[in-house]
């Protein structure tokens, strides 16, 4: 089917790609934020790393109606 006939799908696939990079980005700076933690000591990279879980689950869990209204 011709793309210029049917704008959603651009609309779709330009909303993926900006999902995917935030997602990049945040997973990024988590993963940064964990690996500095542990480079100061241990017990702090244990606590940012349950920190950062209890942050990702709801925030994962949460897109996930967005994404599919």
């Known amino acids: 089917m011709n793309e ?4 959603t799908k651009i609309s779709l696939n330009s909303r993926a790609l ?3 990079l935030g997602d ?10 964990i690996g ?3 480079s100061h000591s241990t017990q702090l ?3 940012t790393s349950i920190a950062v879980i ?3 689950l709801p925030h994962e869990l ?3 109606p967005q994404q599919y209204n």
């Open 62 to 64: 949460g897109k996930y």
């Open 24 to 33: 990049g980005v945040h997973n990024f700076v988590d993963g940064v934020a």
């Open 4 to 7: 210029y006939l049917c704008p």
């Open 45 to 47: 990279g244990i606590v």
């Open 18 to 20: 900006v999902i995917l």
């Open 54 to 56: 209890c942050h990702e």
């Open 36 to 38: 500095a933690s542990f």
